[in-house]
């Protein structure tokens, strides 16, 4: 234990009641968790605490200002677009954030959703729920038709640990992998958008949002793609012109599309998305990564690193500020 005390700001959104928080709550001299935290309330519930535990709330320079006690934020995610980065290091506030704790849940949430697409999973499910087997003629119903993965070309933008645990799975389908180089970040050893999009059979994304990447798949990458071709996002929602995905689905050009993200989480103000109801398009509530066992290694990582602020040894490598 440590002498520093930690508030949990939005404990809900990762503990379902299912984890062991044991290793938390002995890394600090106490621990305080709130379900969930409103804007007005950050301030006043960090008090005199020196560590503030966040997932999605927002903890910007006039949060630390009013709380000078506040030594180390643990973000309990990749994401630290939550956290006002620059502010933190001016004030000599660590920020750790966690990293590869879900590689495994999004990366079979990844191909679940391919296979959903080209199975037409959801098409025979109903089918079946609607007694149309049960009146078949034949011993089989074959009304939708079935593709298989094995043979087929998947581009994958965004190769990091994700993406390669991606192409991992997909090669053992028996799938062609093609790695393209994203916007912003150009590699001289793999095709640009351009040239990658005619190719591939499915696109998965798996790539960070930043101004580059932001609406990267628009109309005109969605036509440059193949006829019947699959879309996967399991990144980040931004990275998609929703409209012009809607339009693709729509016209016939696009397969189908798969998706754990949308641009507006949760999506309060609606999204023509959602409101589709079309049958080769599969959304999931950004729930890829939110396996049991993912939430676990996170709630290692936040002890992990919170030992690593206090004592300043151990192996941390997800100190992100200052």
């Known amino acids: 234990m440590n002498g520093m005390t930690a508030v949990f700001l939005d404990h809900a959104s990762l503990d379902q009641g299912d984890l062991d928080l044991r290793t938390l709550h002995d890394s600090t001299a106490g621990l305080t968790l709130y379900d969930a935290t409103a804007p007005h309330q950050v301030a006043e519930r960090i008090g005199a605490h020196q560590v503030v535990i966040t997932n999605k709330v927002v903890i910007d320079d006039e949060v630390m200002q009013a709380c000078p006690e506040l030594k180390v934020i643990l973000i309990a ?30 990366a079979q949430h990844t191909l679940m959703l391919m296979l959903v697409l080209i199975t037409r999973y959801d098409a025979y499910r109903q089918a079946v729920q609607d007694g149309a087997w049960q009146r078949s003629s034949q011993f089989c119903l074959l009304d939708y038709p079935i593709g298989e993965l094995s043979g087929r070309t998947l581009g994958i933008l965004g190769y990091g640990e994700l993406g390669r645990e991606v192409a991992r799975l997909a090669s053992a389908f028996g799938m062609r992998v093609r790695v393209g180089s994203i916007p ?39 036509a440059a793609m193949k006829p019947g071709s699959l879309l996967i996002n399991a990144g980040r929602g931004g990275l998609v012109d929703e409209q012009a995905l809607l339009d693709s689905l729509r016209c016939g050009h696009l397969g189908g599309a798969g998706l754990d993200v949308l641009t507006e989480e ?34 290692g990582q936040l002890a992990e690193n919170l030992r690593h602020a206090s004592s300043g040894t151990g192996p941390s490598p997800r100190r992100v500020a200052p």
Request: hydrophobic share 40%; net charge neutral; glycine share 8%.
């Open 77 to 106: 995610a990749t994401g630290t677009n939550n956290v006002d980065l620059q502010a933190a290091a001016r004030r000599g506030i660590a920020v750790y954030n966690c990293q590869a704790y879900g590689t495994p849940a999004v």
């Open 184 to 222: 912003g970040r150009e590699h001289p050893d793999r095709p640009s958008l351009e040239q990658l999009l005619p190719e591939v059979d499915v696109l998965s994304l798996h790539c960070p949002l930043t101004d580059a990447t932001r609406g990267m798949i628009g109309a005109a990458e969605l």
């Open 266 to 299: 949760p999506p309060v103000n609606g999204n023509p998305l959602l409101d589709a109801r079309l049958p080769n398009l599969v959304i999931t509530p950004h729930c890829a990564w939110g396996s049991r066992e993912a939430r676990q290694r996170i709630v």
